[in-house]
Protein backbone atom coordinates (compact mmCIF):
# COMPACT_ATOMS: atom_id res chain seq x y z
CA UNK A 1 0.00 0.00 0.00
CA UNK A 2 1.15 3.58 -0.82
CA UNK A 3 1.57 5.59 1.96
CA UNK A 4 3.95 8.16 3.86
CA UNK A 5 4.12 7.98 7.43
CA UNK A 6 4.95 10.17 10.64
CA UNK A 7 6.38 9.58 13.44
CA UNK A 8 5.35 10.38 16.14
CA UNK A 9 1.84 11.41 15.94
CA UNK A 10 1.55 13.00 18.77
CA UNK A 11 4.19 15.10 20.81
CA UNK A 12 4.21 17.94 23.63
CA UNK A 13 7.93 19.01 24.35
CA UNK A 14 9.55 21.89 26.05
CA UNK A 15 10.88 25.44 24.81
CA UNK A 16 14.64 24.61 23.46
CA UNK A 17 14.65 20.95 23.49
CA UNK A 18 15.49 19.58 20.59
CA UNK A 19 13.36 17.10 18.21
CA UNK A 20 12.99 15.20 15.43
CA UNK A 21 9.66 13.98 13.51
CA UNK A 22 10.15 11.18 10.73
CA UNK A 23 8.94 10.99 7.73
CA UNK A 24 8.85 8.07 5.49
CA UNK A 25 7.54 7.17 2.17
CA UNK A 26 7.44 3.84 0.24
CA UNK A 27 6.80 5.00 -3.42
CA UNK A 28 10.27 6.12 -4.82
CA UNK A 29 9.06 9.36 -4.96
CA UNK A 30 11.96 11.82 -5.74
CA UNK A 31 9.96 15.18 -4.00
CA UNK A 32 9.05 15.48 -0.57
CA UNK A 33 7.93 18.41 1.53
CA UNK A 34 6.55 19.48 4.77
CA UNK A 35 4.04 21.63 5.82
CA UNK A 36 2.54 23.59 9.10
CA UNK A 37 -1.19 23.68 9.66
CA UNK A 38 -2.28 26.39 11.67
CA UNK A 39 -5.85 27.19 12.06
CA UNK A 40 -7.26 30.52 9.80
CA UNK A 41 -4.22 30.35 7.87
CA UNK A 42 -4.10 27.03 5.94
CA UNK A 43 -0.97 24.88 5.33
CA UNK A 44 2.47 26.55 4.41
CA UNK A 45 5.11 25.05 2.97
CA UNK A 46 8.15 24.56 5.75
CA UNK A 47 10.95 22.87 3.46
CA UNK A 48 11.27 20.73 0.69
CA UNK A 49 13.16 18.43 -1.07
CA UNK A 50 13.53 17.77 -4.95
CA UNK A 51 15.67 14.42 -4.43
CA UNK A 52 18.84 13.10 -2.13
CA UNK A 53 20.57 15.77 -0.66
CA UNK A 54 19.04 18.54 -2.63
CA UNK A 55 17.19 20.46 -0.41
CA UNK A 56 15.25 24.26 -0.19
CA UNK A 57 13.36 26.75 1.92
CA UNK A 58 9.39 27.25 1.76
CA UNK A 59 7.71 29.83 3.08
CA UNK A 60 8.21 29.42 6.53
CA UNK A 61 11.40 27.67 7.51
CA UNK A 62 12.88 29.59 10.15
CA UNK A 63 13.62 27.27 12.94
CA UNK A 64 13.41 24.36 11.13
CA UNK A 65 16.26 21.94 9.58
CA UNK A 66 15.88 18.91 7.17
CA UNK A 67 18.09 16.52 5.75
CA UNK A 68 17.61 14.05 2.78
CA UNK A 69 19.96 11.50 3.03
CA UNK A 70 17.99 8.70 1.77
CA UNK A 71 15.48 8.61 -0.78
CA UNK A 72 12.19 7.56 1.55
CA UNK A 73 13.26 9.65 4.30
CA UNK A 74 12.56 13.55 5.12
CA UNK A 75 13.00 13.76 8.82
CA UNK A 76 12.17 17.46 10.19
CA UNK A 77 14.21 18.58 13.17
CA UNK A 78 13.60 21.44 15.42
CA UNK A 79 17.39 22.30 17.15
CA UNK A 80 15.27 24.51 19.83
CA UNK A 81 11.78 24.39 19.35
CA UNK A 82 9.59 27.64 20.65
CA UNK A 83 5.55 27.51 21.69
CA UNK A 84 5.03 29.45 18.47
CA UNK A 85 5.82 26.36 16.56
CA UNK A 86 3.06 24.45 18.47
CA UNK A 87 1.36 23.20 15.04
CA UNK A 88 0.15 20.51 13.33
CA UNK A 89 2.99 19.07 10.60
CA UNK A 90 2.45 17.33 7.71
CA UNK A 91 4.87 15.64 5.34
CA UNK A 92 4.21 14.58 1.70
CA UNK A 93 5.62 12.97 -0.81
CA UNK A 94 5.28 12.97 -5.32
CA UNK A 95 7.03 12.82 -8.24
CA UNK A 96 7.92 16.54 -9.31
CA UNK A 97 5.03 17.91 -11.00
CA UNK A 98 1.13 17.31 -11.15
CA UNK A 99 1.03 15.81 -14.48
CA UNK A 100 3.19 12.97 -13.21
CA UNK A 101 0.75 12.15 -10.17
CA UNK A 102 -0.72 12.57 -6.83
CA UNK A 103 0.74 14.25 -4.11
CA UNK A 104 0.61 12.23 -0.80
CA UNK A 105 0.23 13.56 2.74
CA UNK A 106 1.20 11.47 5.42
CA UNK A 107 -1.57 11.39 8.51
CA UNK A 108 0.22 14.04 10.69
CA UNK A 109 1.93 15.37 13.62
CA UNK A 110 0.90 17.25 16.71
CA UNK A 111 3.01 18.51 18.23
CA UNK A 112 2.68 21.46 21.64
CA UNK A 113 5.99 23.36 22.69
CA UNK A 114 5.37 24.51 26.62
CA UNK B 1 3.43 35.15 -6.90
CA UNK B 2 0.64 33.58 -6.50
CA UNK B 3 -2.13 33.34 -4.03
CA UNK B 4 -5.61 31.48 -3.09
CA UNK B 5 -8.35 32.84 -1.67
CA UNK B 6 -11.10 30.74 -0.12
CA UNK B 7 -13.35 33.51 1.36
CA UNK B 8 -15.62 31.65 3.71
CA UNK B 9 -13.86 29.97 6.74
CA UNK B 10 -17.25 28.38 7.79
CA UNK B 11 -19.88 26.72 5.85
CA UNK B 12 -23.13 25.44 7.46
CA UNK B 13 -25.41 23.52 5.23
CA UNK B 14 -28.69 21.24 5.62
CA UNK B 15 -28.35 17.41 5.17
CA UNK B 16 -29.61 16.94 1.27
CA UNK B 17 -28.87 20.26 0.31
CA UNK B 18 -26.46 21.41 -2.46
CA UNK B 19 -23.27 23.56 -1.49
CA UNK B 20 -20.66 25.30 -3.17
CA UNK B 21 -17.48 26.15 -1.82
CA UNK B 22 -15.68 29.15 -3.43
CA UNK B 23 -12.33 29.19 -4.29
CA UNK B 24 -10.37 32.42 -6.14
CA UNK B 25 -6.76 32.42 -7.33
CA UNK B 26 -4.65 35.06 -8.96
CA UNK B 27 -1.31 33.89 -10.85
CA UNK B 28 0.86 35.45 -13.22
CA UNK B 29 1.18 32.22 -14.85
CA UNK B 30 -1.49 29.69 -15.97
CA UNK B 31 -1.37 26.81 -13.11
CA UNK B 32 -2.63 23.60 -11.64
CA UNK B 33 -5.96 24.03 -9.59
CA UNK B 34 -6.36 21.29 -6.60
CA UNK B 35 -9.36 20.82 -3.85
CA UNK B 36 -8.45 18.87 -1.01
CA UNK B 37 -10.47 17.44 1.93
CA UNK B 38 -9.32 16.79 5.47
CA UNK B 39 -11.46 14.96 8.07
CA UNK B 40 -11.01 15.32 11.40
CA UNK B 41 -8.06 14.43 12.79
CA UNK B 42 -6.71 13.23 9.56
CA UNK B 43 -4.38 14.71 6.96
CA UNK B 44 -5.33 15.61 3.78
CA UNK B 45 -7.15 13.87 0.55
CA UNK B 46 -6.92 14.40 -3.18
CA UNK B 47 -10.63 15.69 -3.95
CA UNK B 48 -9.83 16.80 -7.93
CA UNK B 49 -8.07 18.58 -9.91
CA UNK B 50 -7.59 20.79 -13.23
CA UNK B 51 -4.82 20.04 -14.96
CA UNK B 52 -6.11 21.31 -18.68
CA UNK B 53 -8.82 20.53 -20.70
CA UNK B 54 -12.69 20.16 -19.77
CA UNK B 55 -13.12 23.26 -17.25
CA UNK B 56 -15.55 20.81 -15.77
CA UNK B 57 -14.02 18.48 -13.28
CA UNK B 58 -15.68 15.72 -11.35
CA UNK B 59 -13.73 14.06 -8.26
CA UNK B 60 -14.30 12.01 -5.80
CA UNK B 61 -17.59 11.46 -2.95
CA UNK B 62 -19.87 13.16 -5.81
CA UNK B 63 -17.99 16.38 -5.74
CA UNK B 64 -17.00 18.68 -8.95
CA UNK B 65 -15.45 21.54 -9.59
CA UNK B 66 -15.52 24.44 -12.63
CA UNK B 67 -12.51 26.27 -13.77
CA UNK B 68 -12.94 29.62 -14.84
CA UNK B 69 -10.17 31.28 -15.95
CA UNK B 70 -12.02 34.93 -16.76
CA UNK B 71 -13.19 34.91 -13.45
CA UNK B 72 -9.68 32.98 -12.26
CA UNK B 73 -11.92 30.73 -9.69
CA UNK B 74 -12.46 27.08 -9.41
CA UNK B 75 -15.31 26.73 -7.11
CA UNK B 76 -16.72 23.31 -6.22
CA UNK B 77 -19.83 22.18 -5.39
CA UNK B 78 -21.60 18.85 -4.63
CA UNK B 79 -25.64 18.74 -5.28
CA UNK B 80 -26.65 16.93 -2.18
CA UNK B 81 -24.57 16.81 0.52
CA UNK B 82 -24.21 14.02 3.07
CA UNK B 83 -22.94 14.25 6.82
CA UNK B 84 -20.03 12.20 6.36
CA UNK B 85 -18.96 15.25 3.91
CA UNK B 86 -18.30 17.51 7.21
CA UNK B 87 -14.81 18.15 7.00
CA UNK B 88 -12.10 20.82 6.06
CA UNK B 89 -12.03 21.62 2.38
CA UNK B 90 -8.45 23.43 1.01
CA UNK B 91 -8.06 24.89 -2.75
CA UNK B 92 -4.57 24.71 -3.54
CA UNK B 93 -2.86 26.46 -7.01
CA UNK B 94 0.69 24.94 -8.22
CA UNK B 95 2.55 26.52 -11.38
CA UNK B 96 3.77 24.75 -13.85
CA UNK B 97 7.07 24.13 -12.31
CA UNK B 98 5.56 21.97 -9.91
CA UNK B 99 4.58 21.11 -6.09
CA UNK B 100 7.42 23.47 -4.59
CA UNK B 101 6.10 26.03 -5.28
CA UNK B 102 2.20 24.91 -4.27
CA UNK B 103 -0.15 27.14 -2.53
CA UNK B 104 -3.04 26.50 -0.06
CA UNK B 105 -6.33 28.48 0.57
CA UNK B 106 -7.26 28.99 4.09
CA UNK B 107 -9.28 26.44 4.40
CA UNK B 108 -13.81 26.46 4.66
CA UNK B 109 -15.09 24.49 7.17
CA UNK B 110 -18.42 22.77 5.83
CA UNK B 111 -20.76 22.01 8.46
CA UNK B 112 -23.68 19.60 7.23
CA UNK B 113 -26.58 19.92 9.59
CA UNK B 114 -28.53 16.88 10.16
Known amino acids: EAQVTQNPRYLITVTGKKLTVTCSQNMNHEYMSWYRQDPGLGLRQIYYSMNVEVTDKGDVPEGYKVSRKEKRNFPLILESPSPNQTSLYFC?????????????FGPGTRLLVL | AQSVTQLDSQVPVFEEAPVELRCNYS??????LFWYVQYPNQGLQLLLKYLSGSTLVKGINGFEAEFNKSQTSFHLRKPSVHISDTAEYFC????????????FGTGTKLQVIP
Open chain 1, 92 to 104: ASSLWSPTQGTQY
Open chain 2, 27 to 32: SSVSVY
Open chain 2, 92 to 103: AVIPPGGYQKVT
